[in-house]
């Protein structure tokens, strides 16, 4: 049955009242362009993506999965019990057939592996601390990440602003020039210049606006939220830091303390160490403890019991070289990761110097910036006014518009990457790692 659109509408607004009462200001027929507009900070944006990030909770799931790895190797210092119980049917020539029945306890006891339970643990305990370092650094990079994200975010809200005052100045020039051409003050070539300069302004506001959009999805995508969500962003806009104080000596020892990187490489030297004793440990015999206890007998209600206990020695007398092959190999692996942890050190100082660099680079480059905002402003101002007085042509208020624009485009994007350098810097000396969060494992 067809329903006609009043009694459509009709139905359509009672389950929207019905939502109301039920779900409250939750209700999914909420207006959802309402609850994008929730302002955040970045320290919300940092908090959501410890929460949410993928990159993030997949580390921490390798950490957990190298603790049980621990417990793991732990167990095998301990003796390992087992139940059994069997039936079969035989025949011999001489007895002809008959059924047996066993059942019992087996126990068997590690007493001496050449140290290769021990070394296997130690192997354990070491990859755990590798990945506690490597979940840190994860965080330090996600922290990053979103930091930058949300300072690139602000910079495009910005420069949306900057282009849309460009294309206002740009619709009073365009009337101005039809009012001067009206009078006969000017010709129809200003009033087509004026068309164009209008037109670009308004394709660079649609570039902005989507770059915008574009750097909010990132943002989005580094806190493992879905992309299409849009917030409000504080801003930090005036919170500019001068760098003059900082000190490359020790910028290079906070890195050295901090850096998870390289505590990680550390540990990974510690765990192929061990790893060379646990293969040495095949030149050495093996000793283990076993023993029985068993029922045993032809009928199921009439078994004999039993019991054995003793001590196994084992020893390979030749393995093809294969255990000197496996030592070797072991330790090749240990000077690779020597040469790894230089690599690294070397790797850190390069990101402390250059992260330092560019912080410099850009507070200088925000006072010339805003100098040259200030010169362009009052460039645009005069030549507008001698423009009026039939003083100057149309192509120098095109050209004092554009270089006013860049001029504070250049001066949004210069505060801004300080803000990012400054990220990277913190991230270059490991400012962010905190590694109380490793607590609760």
């Not at 192929?272 to 206890?293: E, L, M, S, T």
Request: net charge neutral; hydrophobic share 40%; proline share 2%.
């Amino acid at each position: 049955m067809k329903l006609g659109s009043k009694t459509y509408q009709t139905a359509i607004l009672l389950v929207a009242i019905i939502c109301a009462v039920i779900f409250g200001p939750n209700c999914p027929c909420a207006d959802t362009k309402k609850a994008d507009k929730k302002q955040i900070d970045l320290q919300y944006c940092l908090e959501t993506a410890r929460a949410n990030n993928p990159q993030l909770n997949a580390a921490r799931y390798r950490m957990l999965s190298a603790r049980d790895a621990v417990a793991e190797a732990r167990a095998k210092f301990f003796p390992s019990v087992g139940a059994f119980t069997s039936y079969d049917r035989n025949y011999y020539e001489d007895t002809g057939e008959y059924d047996s029945y066993s059942s019992g306890f087996t126990f068997t006891q590690p007493i001496f592996q050449g140290g290769k339970i021990w070394q296997n643990y130690q192997e354990a305990k070491r990859e755990l601390e590798a990945t506690k370092e490597e979940y840190l650094t994860v965080l330090i990079n996600v922290v990053q990440d979103v930091s930058n994200n949300y300072f690139k975010t602000l910079e495009q809200k910005h420069l949306i602003r900057v282009n849309e005052d460009n294309l206002k100045s740009a619709r009073y020039h365009l009337e101005l020039t039809k009012a001067r051409f009206g009078v006969g003050l000017t010709n129809k070539a200003d009033v087509l210049k004026a068309e164009v300069e209008k037109a670009q302004a308004e394709v660079d506001l649609i570039k902005v606006r989507n770059e915008y959009l574009q750097a909010m999805a990132r943002l989005n995508k580094s806190m493992g939220v879905a992309v299409v969500r849009k917030f409000d962003l504080l801003d930090t806009y005036d919170d500019i830091i001068d760098p003059g104080k900082l000190n490359l000596v020790s910028a290079f020892d906070e890195a050295a303390t901090n850096r998870p990187e390289m505590k990680q490489i550390i540990a990974k030297i510690e765990k192929q160490k061990a790893a060379i004793k646990f293969a040495q440990g095949d030149f050495w015999p093996q000793v283990n403890a076993r023993g029985n206890y068993e029922w045993r007998g032809s009928k199921f209600n009439n078994q004999k019991r039993s019991w054995d206990v003793g001590v196994s020695l084992d020893i390979w007398l030749f393995s093809g070289f294969g255990t000197v092959a496996s030592v070797s190999k072991a330790r090749k692996i240990l000077l690779e990761l020597e040469h790894q942890k230089l690599d690294t050190s070397d790797q850190i100082e390069l990101e402390v110097y250059s992260a330092l660099l560019n912080l410099k680079a850009s507070y200088a480059e925000i006072s010339a910036t805003r100098q040259l905002v200030l010169s362009a402003e009052e460039n645009l101002r005069v030549i507008e006014g001698l423009y009026k007085q039939g003083l100057a042509n149309f192509i120098d208020v095109i050209d004092a518009q554009s270089s006013l624009t860049s001029a504070r485009t250049q001066y949004i994007q210069a505060i801004y990457n300080h803000h990012i350098n400054e990220t990277d810097y913190r991230r270059a000396i490991g400012a962010e790692v905190d590694y109380r969060v490793l607590e609760e494992y």
